[in-house]
């Protein structure tokens, strides 16, 4: 059987001239198997029929449990469970499926693998059951020969672990698009010798202000990690532009104000939603509430809210610190301009809960100097 293929008994080891290899062994941690039933009959079997089983190099530590409501203790001081073999009918009737349940909706763990062993037949879940809690394998106890419960539990574990890479790989991905829209933005700021933290600051004070506007976090960041690109368009301005000392001629500044649009373009045709909300602000950061903004002069609610929000934080940012065509002005002057520009160049509604953050906002200059 192909299957047996894949594990091992450590005493056909013992004959192995490699004793690197037992080294190896003993220093990988185990896969954890839960056995959850009420007859004590069967976690002594079943240790018995799993005794030496070996995976991918790692042996077996079991866990017992006796009731579902034990199971629950055990499943909240492990979470690194790979498989659980439980029984149906325990303390009630439909004990063993309200634990499933509970797995996978409360404790919303959909990586153990479920193998149900029923004692009595006829008492098999409906198949939706078996669908929406993914339960891997349905079987009654008499079914469940020696071999046949080896088999099925290297079948849990193979499932297991080709869930636990796919898991790990997506948040290497997740965490790569992270650093390489990061790194984006700062190359953009960095043309402008703009320094790079003016893009990380930007992103965490509307972070701040979206999670004062009621955001969920996960909205929240991906609106942080979106405004990190607000002036990637500025990479397409020339350099005598962009780093001049003193101000710019009105044509110099309509050059300038092409990089809303040159941003909006280069981000526009992803499919991504956060490349997309990261292209809506690119085109839309320098609209003003009253309509006098570029480059679509956009009024009000039109402009969208992560612009509004992408707007306020970003002039805040830029009157505070130093720029190659200015210094940086102090707080009280920051704070009387954008009141005063409240219904003007900001939403009315964002400048009031701007002042109610102010002190966390601020901080963040702290946080990410220049
Ligand atoms: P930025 O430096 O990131 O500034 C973003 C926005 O902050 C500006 O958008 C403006 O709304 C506000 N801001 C920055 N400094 C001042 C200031 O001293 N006074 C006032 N009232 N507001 C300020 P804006 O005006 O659309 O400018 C867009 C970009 O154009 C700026 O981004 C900057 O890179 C460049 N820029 C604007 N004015 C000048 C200038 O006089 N000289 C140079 N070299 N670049 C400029
Ligand atoms: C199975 O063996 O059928 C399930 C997972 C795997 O491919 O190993
Ligand atoms: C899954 O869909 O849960 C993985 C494969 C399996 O164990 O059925
Ligand atoms: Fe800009
Ligand atoms: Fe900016």
Redesign the pocket.
């Known amino acids: 059987m192909e299957l047996l293929n894949d594990f091992l008994f450590p005493e056909d080891r013992l004959n192995s001239p490699l004793l690197t290899e037992n080294i190896t062994l003993s220093e990988k941690s185990s896969w954890k198997i839960l056995i959850v039933d009420d007859e004590e009959d069967v976690h002594t079997v079943t240790r018995m029929a799993l005794r030496r089983l070996v995976f991918e190099e790692r042996t077996i530590e079991f866990l017992s449990a006796y009731s579902a409501t034990e199971a629950k203790e055990l499943l909240h001081q492990h979470s690194d469970i790979a498989v659980i073999l439980l029984d149906v009918v325990m303390e009630d009737d439909n004990a063993g499926l309200s634990l499933a349940s509970y797995i996978r909706r409360d404790l919303n763990n959909n990586m153990v693998r479920i193998i149900i062993r029923t004692g009595a037949p006829g008492q098999a879940p409906e198949e939706h059951v078996i669908i929406d809690y993914d339960i891997n394998d349905y079987r009654e106890k008499t079914e469940l020969t020696t071999q046949r419960l080896r088999t099925a539990v290297i079948t849990a574990l193979r499932s297991f672990r080709d869930l636990s890479t796919i898991v790990a790989l997506n948040q290497e991905i997740e965490a790569t698009q992270k650093e390489l829209v990061f790194s984006l933005g700062e190359i953009a700021e960095s043309r402008?010798s703009?320094t790079g933290n003016h893009v990380k600051r930007v992103g965490a004070i509307a972070k701040v202000l979206a999670l004062g506007y009621q955001f969920s976090t996960s909205e929240a960041e991906t609106l942080k990690l979106a405004a990190s690109m607000h002036?990637l368009g500025k990479l397409a301005i020339q350099d005598s532009i962009l780093t001049?000392p003193?101000?710019?001629t009105i044509e110099e500044?309509s050059i300038?104000k092409t990089h809303s649009d040159i941003g909006y373009q280069m981000l526009k045709s992803s499919k991504r939603s956060l490349l997309q909300i990261a292209a809506i602000i690119a085109r839309e950061h320098?609209e003003n509430y009253d309509g006098t903004g570029y480059p679509q002069g956009l009024k009000g609610e039109e402009i969208h809210l992560y612009s509004r929000i992408v707007a306020l934080a970003?002039?805040f940012d830029?009157?505070g610190n130093q720029?190659?065509?200015?210094m940086p002005w102090p707080n009280s002057k920051i704070k009387e301009?954008i009141q005063e520009q409240a219904g003007k160049k900001f939403d009315p509604n964002l400048v009031e809960l701007f002042f109610k953050l102010f002190n966390k906002i601020s901080s963040i200059r702290e946080q990410f100097p220049d």
């Open positions: 402008s703009e002036d001049k003193g101000t710019l500044f300038m320098h970003d002039v830029a009157l720029r190659a065509y200015k301009y």
